[in-house]
């Protein structure tokens, strides 16, 4: 699923979910829905 990709691309780089968040110009709690497979539409 996407939600694993997400995590282990994440954790292959040694990023924080913050670092992540901060490169895509979003927050840290979306970097966690989206690695947890919580979306809202």
Known sequence: MIDDKIKNARTIKKLTQEQVAEDL???R???SN???GVSHS
């Open 29 to 31: 709690q979306t970097i």
């Open 34 to 36: 989206w690695e947890n």
């Open 25 to 27: 110009n979003v927050s």
